[in-house]
């Protein structure tokens, strides 16, 4: 990144570069705490993931940029890779990220594989002394002083023109993994106000018909920011699926939920419905890991080894 004197929306490029990691650092202290409820969802998800049968490696891409989703991992003792390398200052390898075939057969397919498509809170652009080599490395558990310059958005586009950096080489892993062949795509807490992720999906969804998305929407199926970030732009598309608290594309066609039947004796309620508010409530990703424990099975995680206290 180059810094010159000159002024742009009242800004010099060394004012508006320590703005840049003034906004970071206080990102990294709202979101480095521990969740009020612990890490139970997170664990037990992952839980759930080393418990099912699967042929191909389970890939996470997220957008948010805390250390849950790793954390839940490791309670849960699922061995997972993210594309950094090493144990003192791990850094962030592009050939090992690139993960063609040859490649991804090296890694055990039991292995989670875990993509930060905006960045994390533990990643920081650092020079190496001995050689003087830049690098991205993962320092989570490390206050960053005030020179550090993190790699979390908004610091996004000022990494994009490279090649080697984290960013562009996990939006390729995501294009890359749904442009052809069979896969599903499982989405939940994600708003499609991304565009260029959102290009990857709506494109990839049009010219690869064996691949299958199905979404968790937190909000109505109706509203505003729904039809027009995701419904609108995949008009016709007819192997995407949405499924809201109130209602639900399938196929293309959008309707209203009628409500599940009784459940069966001995089972309280559906762990996917609300009958109180009459709501469909996977949209919500602290239902999620309760469904796959209840509906389908899984190992649940003891609540002293996520930081929860039992209930009483």
Known sequence: MYLTTS??????????????RTICRAIYKRVKIEPPKGFSFHANLAAWLN???RSQPVEIFSTNYDLLIERGLEIAGVPYFDGFIGSVRPYF??????????????????????????????????????????????????EPGSADDLMIFPSHEKYADSRKLPFVA??????????????LL????????????????????????????TVF??????????????????????????????GASIGGVLGKWAGPPKPPTGVDKWPFWD??????TLGNFTNVPTFLQEFIGA??????????????
């Open 7 to 20: 002024v742009c929306a009242g800004f010099t490029g060394v004012e508006a570069a320590e703005m840049d």
């Open 93 to 142: 390898s592009d050939a090992a990220s690139e993960l063609d075939d040859e490649a991804h057969s090296r890694i055990p397919k039991s292995w989670v594989r875990l993509w930060k498509l905006h960045g994390s809170i533990g990643w920081r652009n650092a020079i190496e002394d001995f050689t003087g080599e830049k690098k991205v490395v993962a320092l989570p558990l490390l």
């Open 275 to 280: 009958e109180g508010k009459k709501e469909f």
């Open 186 to 213: 499982l989405i939940a807490g994600y708003s499609f106000g991304d565009e260029h992720i959102n290009d990857i999906l709506f494109g990839n969804l049009r010219a690869n018909n064996r691949l299958a998305i």
């Open 170 to 183: 996990f939006h390729d892993r995501l294009r890359r993994l749904t442009a052809a062949g069979e896969s």
């Open 51 to 53: 418990s099912i049968q």
């Open 217 to 246: 929407m937190f909000d109505s199926i109706e509203s505003s920011q729904i039809q027009t970030n995701l419904l609108k732009p995949t008009k016709g598309i007819r192997n995407l699926t949405v499924y809201g608290p109130d």
């Open 299 to 312: 190992r649940t995680i003891r609540p002293a080894d996520t930081g929860v206290a039992p209930s009483k």
